[in-house]
């Protein structure tokens, strides 16, 4: 099994990619890695040459890049280059850390569709009370969906929970401002009805609220929520932590108690860190595209890849394609 | 001037309810309440009557009922005679605590809207870090908006900034999943240009990661996105202090660090609590309508009263019409 992996894209490339990607080898025996980048930069970082090459290039997909165009027209750049191994059957699946709406687009334009699926969906893994976590699908591949999309992030969504998460029959949920199957909007209602005609374990409506507590393995919606609900849950914790922070130091007493409870607060912050789910999967590309977090170290790259070897050992996409046909039918 | 409230609504109702509407009286010389609801129930609670009456009724509208059928059937109940007081002119305002949905309906079909708005919204002041707050809207009263609709809240929500919160030029923000100005849905992007051709301070897309940080004073969207915004904060703030209140409790050390901590935690949750904002106010309606928290204790019921004072008061339906005229010209 092969790995392709923009070793430019993040905020900590190519040091932490690299990094990350020579424990997963050490890690998972079975696996190869192709690291696609400026071989200068990268050469530092590697200890270890053993199933790992590189592709050099100079060329990179910035940040700040408007994502269709940097696609487009920079035909070297790392991200580009690497969607072309798996396109070209070089590789199995690929990892960037770099920019979103690039990546998105490298793998509608280089790695293309499945067959039956209309629009790929963006799609981490979040961290819930219980430490199970969740599947949220779409964050933003699609801010226009159509009930039929909707549809087919439940059936992505669930190949992907029993395969690679190994829960058997997920509990798949429909975001919703109600748990009563007439609430919604239009798009809500009419995917509420689809969804319900399938053999998908759906259980119905599910509230924003009750996210974190784990209340569906899989919850789908479109992409401009999905969006919304994602980055509301990082800024709400983020600023949570910044509250209790102040609080814990703004005197000596409680500098000295919150010193005290240093290891169950860092225990807690992990709790939170989704970097152990692994990045955000695309989902219905013909092979794995992962899309690490921007801000990712090494474990995270770690985790990236361990995501991707078990898309490819599992064959998500060959259950997704089952799923659809199944549907059609 | 005078506040009707229905003293039935709500998880605490007529106990809280009653408290806090008296409460009030004390605290402002300037209004009069009437309180509708059961007064076998009601009278217990009630230890002066000074500017204080009560309208007889045992017909209640329940938490599951469907909201529009109740409104329209329940013609005795006391959220429907609180809303009469309203609309017949014996009353300025009107609070409760009850069925949103049922609140909502009795606000469009009894109150009436404002000419020139098509949609009412539904309001609340979030807290930020900063302890400043924001409006948000809609949060649900209307799940199919249109571009429109959205122009129409930021002129309701600037006006409220303005006249009940003192915030001279409030900073508009429209919820978007990205900062960029071409970003969005289709409704959002149609929104923006909207916004932009209008004499507001409008500053733009704001992300869902920077609600928190206060990043604008009124934040507009459609009711669906905004209502999974509104719970994913409510949610991710209490899987939060849940897993911090595990965390403190897992061992003695941790216990006694977190009881010389408790004044700081306690103070930590007083500023996620919006109570202190007041209830979340129904804008686009003839007068002021109040939705307080289905769990308001009298605290809360007090804050709504002075919410709903102020925007009398400050006449913000005056100012929402004059606003709706000007773009209309």
New interface residues.
């Given amino acids: 099994m092969k790995i392709a992996i923009d070793a430019m894209g993040g905020d900590h490339a190519p040091k932490e990619v690299v990094i990350g990607a020579q424990k997963a080898i050490e890690h998972f025996p079975d696996i190869e890695i192709t690291l696609v980048g400026n071989e200068t930069l990268i050469r530092p970082y590697i200890t270890n040459d053993e199933r790992l090459s590189i592709i050099h290039t100079e060329q990179v997909i910035e940040a700040t890049d408007e994502p269709v165009r940097a696609v487009r027209r920079k035909k070297e750049a790392s991200m580009v280059l690497m969607a072309n191994e798996v396109s070209e059957g070089r590789a199995d699946a690929c990892i960037s850390a770099g920019n979103t709406g690039a990546l998105m687009a490298a793998g509608l334009f280089i790695v293309g569709r499945i067959d039956g699926i209309d629009r790929p969906a963006l799609a981490p893994t979040l961290p819930t009370?219980d430490g199970k976590g969740f599947v949220l699908l779409d964050v933003?591949a699609n801010?226009?969906a159509r009930p039929e999309h909707l549809l087919q992030y439940a059936l992505m969504g669930a190949a992907y929970a029993e395969k690679v998460r190994g829960i058997s029959r997920p509990r798949i949920g429909l975001?919703n401002?109600g748990t009563e199957d007439q609430k919604?909007?239009?798009l809500?209602k009419k995917a509420f009805q689809l969804m319900q005609q399938t053999s998908l374990n759906f259980v119905g409506n599910v509230?924003?609220?009750?996210?974190?507590?784990g209340v569906a393995d899989v919850v789908v919606?479109?992409?401009?929520?999905g969006?919304?609900?994602?980055?509301?849950?990082?800024?709400?914790?983020?600023?949570?932590?910044?509250?209790?922070k102040s609080?814990?130091t703004?005197n000596v007493?409680?500098k000295?108690?919150?010193l005290?409870?240093k290891p169950?607060?860092m225990?807690?912050k992990k709790?939170?860190d989704y970097a152990e789910y692994g990045g955000a999967a695309l989902f219905g590309l013909r092979a794995p595209v992962i899309k690490a977090h921007g801000s990712s170290d090494a474990h995270a790259i770690f985790h990236a890849v361990r995501q991707a070897r078990e898309m490819v050992a599992n064959d998500v996409v060959q259950t997704v394609k089952q799923s659809v046909a199944e549907i059609k039918q």
Same sequence: chains 1, 2.
């Fill in positions: 009370i933003g801010v226009d975001l401002v919604g909007n239009e809500a509230e924003a609220r009750d996210l974190l507590e919606i479109d992409g401009f929520t969006n919304v609900a994602l980055k509301t849950i990082e800024g709400t914790a983020i600023a949570v932590f910044s509250m209790l609080a814990l703004s007493v409680s000295m108690a919150a005290a409870l169950q607060l225990q807690l709790k939170m």
